[in-house]
């Protein structure tokens, strides 16, 4: 075992070595650019940009005409929110959405908000879960797009998109549904969800930073975004900019090998994290996960750890790689506002921990980040007088705090 213990896969993942394997040839042999229509290295490019957008296509149920490629899922994000509610103004200016998607859709929508528009954000219940009845109830005749995360990225919680699709498609409003987490990993078709637009990332599914895909649909209805990026009218006019070959290669094929192994992939990091949960749980009282029970991405374990401070924990084991919050906001010291929405206080919101694990994770290595979590939480709690007071029964919520 190799130290240190990467368990951060839903910041960001390795790159397989079958994906690399695929877009190496393409830094340097077949370096074309895939808008060059006037010779071999330019179709040579094409044609391998046509090949990733069928497998990345065939991983939610759509036609390769429907995938726009992008730099990731944050400009994806942009692009349906901000060029939906551009090119659909005329039909309404009102935007739902809910309090703990990830900021590349709630500054999207923010945004949108200084700029006209209304923006409903749902509340969430104590599982970070949207229920279409909440959609139903937010939905007025001036409401254009719903935007949905299918997975959050925190603490795993998967949202009911087949029953927010379906009303959707009733009301005629269009849906957006961030599938960064999900997409490949999870099943999703997005004829059966009713899902319009969906947003997804290479670097979540063993593929290369710096490229993404925006799914548009084509037909019943044909969606239509106008561009956030202006210049020569590439994909289908909605992104210019000379496509990165490679980056696209890389993502077709990592998509091509997580839908392969998907049932495989899911069972394995299920029983992996269960193990890191019954582990942790068994060993640590006064331990509490974050997120649903059961509706949840299989390979995240979000746990809050009362009475230590999840900044101090990640130092206590600090040859095991973890996050306290989302990747984008970790810099942060403020309390997650995921976790605020689930209707943590602040003590629990302070001491969590997101695990995610990958298809690299052995077992081995969640054997050992056990004993290292476990005996670190155990230390931080001997030297806190608040665990002693609890610990002799006081209730800390009824203690009046002298001030200075």
């Known amino acids: 075992m190799k130290l240190p213990i990467y368990m951060d896969y839903n910041a960001t993942t390795p790159v397989d070595p079958r994906v690399l394997e695929e877009m190496l ?7 074309g650019n895939a808008a060059s229509r006037n010779h071999a290295f330019g179709w040579q490019a094409e044609e391998a940009v046509e090949k990733a957008r069928e497998q990345v296509a065939s991983a939610i149920g759509a036609t390769s005409k429907e995938i726009i490629w992008t730099s990731g899922a944050t400009e994806s994000n942009n692009i349906a929110i901000k060029g939906v509610a551009n090119m659909y103004r005329d039909k309404g200016n009102h935007i739902i959405t809910n309090v703990i998607e990830h900021k590349a859709v709630i500054d999207p929508c923010k945004y949108l908000e200084q700029n006209g528009f209304r923006v409903t954000f749902l509340p969430v219940d104590k599982y970070g879960m949207v ?20 997975g959050n990225n925190e603490v795993g919680t998967i949202n009911p998109i087949g029953e927010i699709g379906k009303l959707c498609k009733e009301r ?8 960064c987490q999900t997409f490949a990993k999870q099943p999703i078709d997005v004829e059966q969800m009713g899902i319009d637009l969906l947003s997804c990332s290479g670097h979540k599914i063993y593929g290369p930073k710096g490229v993404g895909a925006l799914y548009v649909r084509r037909k019943k209805p044909r969606v239509r975004c106008e561009p ?22 890389g993502m077709g094929k990592a998509a091509e090998l997580c839908v392969q192994n998907q049932s495989h992939e899911i069972e394995n990091v299920t029983r992996l994290r269960n193990r890191l949960k019954d ?18 991405i299989p390979n995240n374990l979000n746990i809050s750890f009362l009475y230590v401070e999840g900044e101090s924990l990640m130092m206590g084991f600090s040859d095991i790689a973890v ?6 906001t970790s810099a942060s010291l403020e309390p997650s506002y995921v976790l605020k929405a689930l209707g943590l206080g602040d003590d629990l919101a302070h001491s969590s921990i997101r695990f995610s694990i990958g298809r690299f994770t052995t077992e081995q290595e969640i054997d050992y980040a056990i004993e290292r979590v476990c005996v670190a939480v155990e230390k931080l709690r001997e030297m806190s007088p608040l665990y002693e007071m609890a610990q002799e029964g006081i209730d800390l919520s009824t203690v009046q705090w002298a001030a200075h």
């Open 25 to 31: 040839p393409y830094f340097k042999d077949r370096f």
């Open 323 to 328: 996050s306290s919050g989302s990747a984008c």
């Open 131 to 150: 229920h279409a009845e909440q959609v139903r109830e937010a939905m007025t005749d001036q409401t254009i797009l719903v935007t949905i995360m299918h």
């Open 172 to 179: 005629e409003v269009l849906f957006h549904v961030d599938a």
């Open 228 to 249: 956030v990026v202006h210049g020569g009218g590439h994909e289908r006019g909605m992104r210019s900019g000379t496509l990165n070959v490679p980056g696209i290669v």
């Open 279 to 296: 582990g942790l749980f068994n060993r640590l009282p006064e331990i509490y996960l974050n997120g649903h029970p059961t509706q949840r």
